[in-house]
């Protein structure tokens, strides 16, 4: 897949999200606000406007016990799961398989009163970022989405108005070895997600209006998601 034309904004963004993703809430740029808080998941966002357009930037902080980071993604990254957990998506369609770890998505997302309707275009790219020098360096596997303009899809035509996006969800696992050899379980699983979104509307809703949306629905939907993944990997063999 490295042929394909887009592929050096790929790489480039992934590289690039991953690095603004390590960095902790505390030494980054620009003062971020805890706006929702529940268990272990903490969600910060900055207050950014462009054109007069909410586009606040999200960091969410979680840590969920009994799954792996590569299980996160693969469940984040795959189509086939997307309905299963995504509430506010009415369609998803994969229009070009970019490579077995990167493909292009179109999704209509359900209309969030009093916003207009949404959809957008999205590449999505899975990746196992290799440990550091040393064995015991992080175990890291990232999937980044981000919009894309493509003349054959132009942005609003129909009754969506597009909206763009860059996401990227990070997963660090932990593994407390067992006593005396045993066998690794579930239970000695823990993840550290960190999950990174920019969205631009596209079109001007009242800044209030989108921040009160924002503020609800991010923390149902991180939620919702890890939720998810916890009770589809219960019973399933470790995929480390
Ligand atoms: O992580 S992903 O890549 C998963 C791919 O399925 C992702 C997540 C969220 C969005 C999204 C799309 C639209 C909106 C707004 C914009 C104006 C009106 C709706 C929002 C804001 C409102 C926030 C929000 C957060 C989470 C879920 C839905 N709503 C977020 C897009 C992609």
Known sequence: HHGHHMWPEIERVTMEQIHYARLSVEDSVGV??????????????????????????LKACHVV???TGHEVCEYF???????????????????????????????????????SQRDALFWSH????????????????VVCNNSVD???LPANTGKCVRLYLTVCLMCQTFVDPPKDGAKVTRNDLTCKITYCSVVNPGGWAPPAVLRAVYKREYPK???????????????KPILF
Do not use: S
Request: aromatic share 12%; hydrophobic share 35%.
């Open 77 to 115: 990254f795959n189509p086939q799961y997307r309905l299963e957990w995504e509430a506010t998506v009415e369609t998803t369609t994969v229009l070009e398989k970019i490579a077995d770890d990167t493909l292009l998505f179109l999704q209509v997302h359900k209309r969030i009163w009093p916003a």
């Open 221 to 235: 939907f991180l939620k919702r998601f890890t939720n998810y993944v916890i009770d589809q990997c219960q019973d």
């Open 32 to 57: 971020w606000q805890l706006f929702a808080e529940e268990g272990e998941m903490k969600m910060y966002r900055r207050e950014e406007e462009v054109n007069g357009m909410v586009i606040d930037p």
């Open 65 to 67: 016990k009994g799954v």
């Open 150 to 152: 493509i003349p054959d």
């Open 126 to 141: 899975m990746r196992h970022v290799p440990d550091d020098k040393d064995q015991d360096g992080p175990d890291i596997w």
